[in-house]
């Protein structure tokens, strides 16, 4: 299993909903990323896990929370949203060292298309 | 302040053609640079890296050529199949952040036309 799995693909929500968003890997990658990405701008960092453990949190608000319940599993809890948060979630994983991070790029989701209204 | 930059928000190229797509970048502690491709609905693909410590990486039809006095990359696709019509990102990394954190551009659409 070579992939990065997102659910739900889409997503429609109200500003006072809690959602959340899920993203699976059997890789055996040590390292999971959250990044944001609007229309026409470059993917956003939001956050890295390494070894099921924060490691950067780009100052991110916390209507937005990350989770990693295990090594294949990351999640992002969200609540009470703003329209501006509308945007395409992308979740990625990579081996868990730089060398090979570098070297073999990230693995990327397809992402969670999110529409908060 | 963007570090990383594509200039050309978008690139034509018949088909068997070469496709060049540039990158500049601001940061000189960038160690890594990689090329990723999205298409539409579909999360980024990783394409081909290089390292600082050289100046051309080759993978198929696809060179990254990199010019570190310039602070200048770019990707070559020689030749051009339709099927490679998507958007480019150029990404940058240091070898000081952690796990290989990398920073994008904001991608080129590359269109090739039969």
């Known amino acids: 299993d070579t992939e990065v799995t997102q659910t739900p693909k889409h997503l429609v929500m109200g500003m006072t909903n809690k959602k959340s968003l899920k993203c699976e890997q059997h890789m055996g990658h040590r390292a999971m990323y959250w990044y944001k990405q609007k229309a026409k701008k470059p993917p956003e960092l939001m956050f890295v896990y390494s070894y099921e453990k924060l490691s950067i949190n780009e100052s991110v608000p916390s209507r937005f929370s990350p989770e990693c319940p295990n090594s294949s599993l990351l999640n992002l809890h969200l609540h009470a949203l703003q329209p501006e948060d509308s945007a395409l979630y992308l979740c990625?994983?990579?081996?868990?060292?730089?060398?090979?991070?570098?070297?073999?790029?990230?693995?990327f989701g397809s992402g969670t298309r999110l529409t908060v209204v | 302040d963007q570090q990383v930059k594509q200039n050309s928000p978008s690139l034509s190229v018949q088909e068997g053609r070469i496709s060049i797509l540039n990158c500049d970048y601001t940061?000189?502690?960038?160690?890594?640079f990689l090329w990723y491709k999205k298409y539409p609905a579909e999360g980024p693909t990783f394409l081909i890296s290089?390292?600082?410590?050289?100046d051309k990486n080759e993978d198929g039809r696809f060179t990254v050529f990199l010019n570190k006095s310039a602070k200048h990359l770019s990707l070559h696709i020689v030749p051009s199949q339709p099927g490679d019509s998507a958007v480019y990102f150029c990404?940058?990394?240091?070898?000081?952040?952690?796990?290989?954190?990398?920073?994008f551009g904001r991608g080129t659409q590359l269109t090739v036309w039969p």
């Open positions: 990404a940058a990394s240091d070898r000081g952040s952690t796990l290989g954190r990398l920073y």
């Open positions: 940061n000189s502690m960038f160690d890594y």
């Open positions: 290089i390292s600082s410590i050289k």
């Open positions: 990625a994983s990579s081996q868990g060292f730089w060398f090979d991070s570098v070297n073999y790029g990230y693995t």
